[in-house]
């Protein structure tokens, strides 16, 4: 993550999952998937103490997710 200023920040975040599946024949196998997200998120400080902060990043599969990319948004409200 990096702290361009207070209120924005610019993130990179890697996630590998495995999980072993249950086959309908009794059989285990393995799925795997892998994802780079960059994104950005910015925070709005309001003088009654709340904090608003939204974002957005882009999920790129890669390795065994290489074609499923995606975009999700966030907004959150903190005091």
């Known amino acids: 993550m990096y702290l361009h200023s207070e209120t ?16 309908a024949d009794g059989s285990k196998t393995w799925e795997k998937s892998a994802f780079l997200n960059p994104g950005l998120r910015h925070a709005t400080n309001y003088a ?9 990043s882009f999920p790129i599969g890669v390795g065994p997710s290489r074609k499923d990319n995606g975009i999700l948004f966030y907004l959150s409200f903190e005091k």
Not at 8 to 23: I, M, P, S, T
Request: charged share 10%; proline share 0%; glycine share 8%.
């Open 8 to 23: 924005l920040n610019f993130l990179v975040e890697y996630v590998r999952n495995e999980n072993q599946a249950l086959q």
């Open 48 to 56: 009654s103490g709340w904090q608003m902060v939204s974002g957005v």
